[in-house]
């Protein structure tokens, strides 16, 4: 039941099948989730090493927890209390971190591409756990997990992403992924911050919010990443707020069982209103509740599956 691909970098190299079942085993690792019990040996005698480069909450401990309830042993690496501040290179610090014999690595790095030079350098599996604004495949994969759940498919569904798609790696990781499985995916915000290259296959850009929420599915809510920004992309925040802020009277437009979505961490009130995200039409925290189940299906393919 393996994937046959040894890291989870991007999509690239992943076949429709492999993904699908990436998801169809995540079922497996909810009921695990479920028991009284949550654990199981499947990663008996494996180590994990999360290198996370820059701050993470969510992705970070899902992970851990993930890796910890299949049984792995986790090396846990602090770049803050790292040779990193004397001046240690990103290649030297993985190369040190491998010879303490890690079978995988979950790299999380404010450097576009950085997973794939661990990779290169490791020679080990790699997840990459968000790189720069290039790529965060698990958050894209447990948001599909999260819509599956909801909908009992992705084929043909209307998927808005609303705000900051010029600097985010989940809307990048999203369109990519959601493209491939069938989903009609528009991506909305202003038009500094829509990169057209985006714009193929099943996804569509566009800053005209009305037309971009109506008839929606699924409409997702961005973080504006302001420590991304040196100015000159928003006019004030106050403005964005009343062009672009995910909201009820904007859900109107939606179709009547859409769903709101929101990877986190949210400012509330500023891209979606406290309202909304507390609503019987939000699904956050499902979001982070699939995302360890995801996280453990992708573990398994990767380290164990493929065997």
Known sequence: MGTGVKHLLDFQGWTVEGIQGILETADVMKEVLERPVKKVPALQGITVCTAFFENSTRTRTSFELAARRMSADVLTFAAGASSLSKGESLRDT??????YKVDAFIVRHHASGAAHQVAKFS??????????????????????????KEFGKLEGLKVTIVGDILHSRVARSNAELLDLLGADVTLCGPATLLPKELQKGRVKLTNDMQAAV?????????????????????????????????????????????????PGPMNRDLEISGSLADSERSRIIAQVEYGQAIRMSVLYHLLVGKK
């Not at 990459?128 to 894209?140: C, E, K, S």
């Open 214 to 262: 109506k008839d929606a599915d699924v409409v997702m809510a961005l973080r504006l990443q302001q420590e991304r920004m040196n100015g000159g992309f928003l006019p004030s925040m106050s403005e964005y707020a009343l062009t672009y802020q995910v909201n009820e009277r904007l859900l109107e437009l939606a179709k009547d069982h859409a769903i709101v979505l929101h």
């Open 94 to 99: 993985i190369e040190t971190l491998n010879a």
């Open 123 to 148: 020679g080990k599996s790699t997840i990459n756990a968000g790189d720069g604004r290039r790529a965060h495949p698990t958050q894209a994969l447990l948001d599909a997990y999260t819509m599956l």
